[in-house]
């Protein structure tokens, strides 16, 4: 989700600056003269009688500040977990990237029957994380079966060894495209 709105928010700005540009460039009123200025005496007294302007103006660019900021922080947000805190029962605890326990529950998913490529990315708190699985079935699979082999052998597998109580996990299934086969 946050790259289609990356996408679309930086293709709206471009468009606008694009366009703004191209009205700087050509010449077109309000810039026709060396000695325009974008926002004249005459115009910012304008409105001077409205007591409501001024502080809508200020509003609106208060959000767009509060916005921009917001999209920035976003960015700076991890995708991924980086580790798992694991329970060790002494108290202490240890942690466990959470790379590995991605490259075992793919593993894991890859070997169960009718699956042909796996995805596994963990999402959420270190210690309560959260799986993405994402599997290409084989044509001939069956998705109900696969799906209760992925909940009862790997994602238990890997709740258990991480000692969580538990993993909640979202999957995404799609089929291989192959090619119709021809008789001959």
Do not use: K
């Not at 009862?152 to 192959?178: F, I, K």
């Amino acid at each position: 989700m946050l790259r289609i709105v990356n996408r679309v928010l930086l293709g709206v700005v471009g468009l606008l600056l694009l366009g703004l540009g191209a009205v700087v460039l050509a010449g077109w009123p309000p810039f026709d003269g060396r000695g325009d200025v974008l926002l004249s005496r005459a115009d910012r007294m304008r409105w001077r009688d409205a007591g409501w302007w001024w502080p809508g103006v200020i509003a609106a660019l208060g959000l767009v500040v509060l916005l921009a900021v917001w999209w920035a922080l976003a960015q700076l947000r991890r995708g991924r977990l980086a580790e798992v805190l694991v329970e060790t029962g002494d108290g202490e605890g240890a942690l466990l990237r959470g790379h590995a326990l991605e490259a075992a529950l793919t593993a894991e998913a890859e070997s169960l029957g009718g699956v042909e490529q796996a995805h596994v990315r963990l999402r959420g708190r270190r210690t309560a994380p959260e799986a993405q699985v994402g599997l290409v079935l084989e044509a001939r699979a069956e998705p109900v079966r696969t799906l209760e082999g992925l909940r009862a052998e790997a994602l238990e597998h890997a709740r258990g060894s991480a000692g969580l109580e538990r993993l909640p996990a979202e999957v995404r299934l799609r089929t291989e495209r192959h090619r119709a086969e021809r008789a001959r």
